[in-house]
Every structure is written in C-alpha cells, then in structure tokens.
C-alpha cells in the first residue's frame, strides 16, 4: 500500500506505525504541517493517516493551513479511501462526518482504560479492555451511521468505525517511550490538576503498556489494510 501521514507537530509521530508499514514494505509519505508542505493526489495513495497535535481543529485563525486539511481529509474519505485518525485526527474525522467536536468536562492526560462498546469484527481481534495512552481536553459527539468503538471513564467517545474504511481513535497505541518523552517536553502546561490527569512521574513511571499497544495496534492496522 501507499500510506500518506498528516504530521502536526514534530513531537507527535506516527511511532510504531512505522514498524508495522516497514514490516508490510509498505510506502510511506507525510504532509508535515510545521514545514512548507503539498497533499498528493487522492490516485497516489491508498490510506491515509492523521495524526495528533497540540492545536484545536478550530484554531483556524492560528493555522491557516487547517482549512485545506479538513477539506483534503473530506476528500478522502468521500473517495472511499482507507482513514486513520489519532486524537486530533479523529476529531477532524468526525467533523468530516457531520458531528460536533467541542471542549470534554475534563481533560484526559495518562494511562487510562478504554473498554469496548460494541460487537463487530474489528473488536473480535482486540482484548475487551485496553491501557492506552491519552493527552487531549476536547471531545466529539458520534457521527450519523458510525459505529462506537471504546469509551473511557472521562470520554464517552473514544473512538469509531464508518464503513469498515474510516478508523477514529481519540488515545494514542503509536506512542513509544521517547515519544511520552517529547509529549510531556512540548506540553507540560497541560498538566495541570484533575481527576484524569496523570503527574509526570507517573506518567514517565509505566512502561509495561508499549509493547502490548504495539500488538493491539498491528491487529488494528492489519484490520484496516484488508478492508
């Protein structure tokens, strides 16, 4: 396959992604938003995914550049191609798909559970409860004809399935060891006090959830590449 990926910051990188399109010798290309950047012809690419970053998908005033992203990620999912969306790329998905993204009654920074919530084929291939990384204080409600895949105590909607082709996923199983690392460096302002958000230390502590996510994530992935 041909995968493009959306980069936002360059402390938010697609991580174990990577491992898993070298270990298909799949291509890879990136649109990198912090440098002079192009989109490819929606002909050039078979999947397309979108990362996170520390901006709001409203921050339009900010970051000129949001304007051509959402028109370009509407493109591809209106051209049937196959989209991933991690935290704030699952938000520009569900604004894509017609929902409301809005400020969360709390922010969720850490190690968190996300439990899923329905019964479909993708789910069948994934434990029924998952420790997953999580940096992010705004939400979104279920778009038309999604399928609600996990929630967690903090946020209802953690990620969602349209089509069996277009995957949102509010948590981050990418994330490697030095990529908390770098998240906590360009963001520690965030965490501030609250029932969901972890301290740095403990935060930086965990290190038995990676390669566990790295397996969930693969399955996921592959999931994604035969549809």
């Keep these: 396959m041909k995968i493009h990926i959306l980069q936002h910051a360059n402390f938010e990188t697609p991580g174990y992604i990577l491992d898993w399109a070298k270990t298909k010798d799949h291509k890879i290309s990136f649109t990198n938003f912090f440098e002079a950047f192009t989109f490819p012809f929606p002909t050039d690419i078979d999947m397309l995914i979108v990362m996170g970053g520390p901006m709001s998908i409203s921050d339009e005033d900010k970051y000129s550049w949001l304007v051509e992203e959402k028109e370009y990620i509407s493109e591809m999912i209106s051209k049937r191609k196959k989209v991933i969306g991690i935290c704030l790329g699952s938000q520009f998905i ?44 705004q939400t979104y409600d ?53 029932e969901f958000v972890q301290s740095e230390k403990n935060i930086l502590a965990e290190k038995s959830y990676f390669q566990k996510n790295k397996r969930i994530l693969f399955k996921i992935l592959d999931f994604m590449e035969e549809v």
């Design 94 to 137: 569900a604004e894509a798909l017609g929902a409301k993204v809005y400020e969360n009654t709390q922010k969720e920074i850490g190690w968190f559970n996300i439990k899923g919530q329905a019964e479909n084929d993708l789910l069948s291939l994934l434990p029924k409860e998952i420790t997953a990384f999580h940096w992010h204080g």
């Design 142 to 194: 279920l778009p038309i004809a999604c399928e609600r895949l996990f929630s967690s105590d903090a946020t209802l909607n953690q990620g969602f399935l349209y089509k069996n082709r277009v995957l949102a996923m509010q948590f981050h199983l990418e994330i490697k060891p030095e990529g908390v690392i770098d998240i906590i460096e360009a963001c520690r302002n965030d965490l501030t006090e609250g």
